[in-house]
């Protein structure tokens, strides 16, 4: 609950003090600095990279912006800030822009404390309302960030040379709080201008008012490095007005991009049928390879970037993909399938920007990129010498057919009766593993022999049969 300090008069004999709000952020990030404890929960990846450098900044007192391609967590970073500034600040009652009680700024406000003095209206502000956000954008105009004559105050009967008459855009009504431009670039550089003048100079026109509005904003900013020479560009002024300029970057590991797309996804439940929904460790790892592997394609634009959206999107598809096959076939667990990877086209091929000499052939690359992550996470966690046995068996004359319409319980016979399946597919599911997953196991061994050309395997649309090379 807000403190019960309702006049200015209580507020002074309290022992407040006001201070600015960078000032107010760095006290708080202190604390938690020296505490231990992170300056925001749920970033993973940039404890040793980013969060470096932003605790730097905070410290400092430095305006910021952001700098990364598309799904780099720069929009949460950004709204989590919020949680440094303290629960709750003092304004003047009925104030449009967060007036300080010992020094307004509007001319509401400092009428208000002319005519009433120790007993001037006190309201509290919560943090979450200190915070204002705008996409930029071409059609973005100065009376949205800074403000406009009201025409209905003037209807009213004020005079448009009344400084009431203003209707205050987002900047000042962010006053003593946090303001955040998503893809500045976007934003017209006449209005960037327009900006600049209410964060340095301290003063606007607006309509022919010459407003002094000396607001105490703290101003972050994001932005593509690829916009700095396609859609736009930050004017020099206003790029220098930040005091610091942080990258981000995508997760560097396939493991954390696996624990990012674990935390980021909701993967269906369905309780009323009784079908419970897995997803193994090993298809989780494809996707996340896959999303790294599309990050250094020559066929995929990297300009644009390859967002881990790519992969929260992918591995929903395949939990989904899953339980309806489950639905389907009547089964009560539905584990996810080398099969069910085809379901991944639907949510990858509009995530990934091809290259322009890749034009139509998005299927292709996709095709490719998935073949190659199976490939590389069948390599990394499956021993080779476990699967000889295996293509031993085929090259005696054993076949193996796959196929989504197969019941698990025909997949995971395959592992009893293949000599030496059985122990290659054990790393995978471990002792006590239902049918469902075996049966996954299985497909996985059998598709990373194939790409790894030790076995052969035929496509028909009623599923696959993998044979002998020979």
Do not use: C
Request: glycine letters at 8%; hydrophobic letters at 40%.
């Amino acid at each position: 609950m807000p403190p019960s300090i309702s006049t200015l008069g209580e507020l002074r004999a309290s022992g407040w003090v006001s201070r600015p709000v960078k000032a107010e952020i760095r006290a708080n990030a202190v604390a938690r600095v020296a505490a231990g404890q992170p300056l925001f929960e749920g970033v993973l990846g940039y404890e040793d990279t980013v969060m470096p450098q932003l605790e730097n900044a905070l410290l400092a007192g430095h305006d910021v912006i952001l700098l990364g391609e598309r799904g780099q967590a720069k929009t949460r970073m950004i709204r989590s800030l919020t949680g440094l500034l303290d629960e709750f600040l003092p304004i003047i009652a009925g104030s449009e822009i967060n007036d300080d009680p010992y020094h307004p700024v509007s001319r509401y406000a400092r009428n208000l404390i002319e005519e009433l003095g120790d007993e001037t209206p006190i309201a509290w502000v919560h943090r979450e309302d200190r915070f204002g956000e705008k996409l930029a954008t071409p059609d973005t105009s100065i009376a949205d960030l800074i403000g406009e004559v009201d025409p209905i105050k003037v209807a009213e009967g004020r005079y448009l040379s009344d400084e009431l008459t203003l209707h205050y855009g987002l900047v000042p009504r962010t006053n003593r709080g946090i303001f955040a431009i998503n893809e500045l670039p976007d934003l017209a550089e006449r209005i960037q201008v327009g900006l600049l003048n209410v964060l340095e100079e301290r003063d606007v026109q607006i309509r022919g008012h010459r407003v002094r509005l000396p607001l105490d904003v703290m101003l972050i900013a994001s932005a593509n490095p690829d916009d700095y020479t396609s859609r736009g560009r930050i004017i020099t002024p206003l790029k220098d007005r930040f005091g610091s300029q942080i990258r981000t970057h995508y997760p560097l590991t396939v493991e954390l991009e696996q624990q990012i797309m674990l935390a980021e996804a909701t993967p269906p439940v369905v309780g009323d049928s009784g079908v419970t929904v897995a997803v193994p460790e090993h298809l989780m790892r494809v996707v996340a390879e896959f999303s790294h592997l599309a990050r250094s394609s020559s066929h995929v634009n990297q300009r644009s970037g390859v967002s881990v959206r790519l992969s929260v999107a992918n591995y929903e598809a395949l939990a989904a993909n899953a339980l309806r096959r489950a639905l389907r076939s009547g089964e009560s667990e539905a584990v996810a399938r080398i099969d069910d990877l085809d379901a991944l086209a639907a949510t990858s091929i509009g995530k990934i920007e091809i290259e322009a000499l890749e034009d139509g052939r998005e299927g292709v690359v996709f095709e490719n990129l998935l073949r190659q992550a199976v490939l590389a996470t069948f390599r990394d966690l499956v021993d080779p010498s476990l699967t000889t046995p295996v293509v031993e068996a085929f090259e005696e004359g054993r076949v193996a057919h796959t196929g989504e319409g197969l019941p698990s319980a025909e997949l995971a016979a395959l592992a009893a009766e293949v000599p030496g399946l059985a122990d290659a597919v054990a790393p995978l599911v471990g002792p006590t593993a239902s049918e469902p997953a075996v049966a996954s196991a299985v497909e996985f061994v059998l598709e990373g022999l194939h790409l790894s050309r030790r076995l052969n395997k035929d496509e028909a649309s009623s599923g696959s049969t993998y044979r002998s090379r020979s």
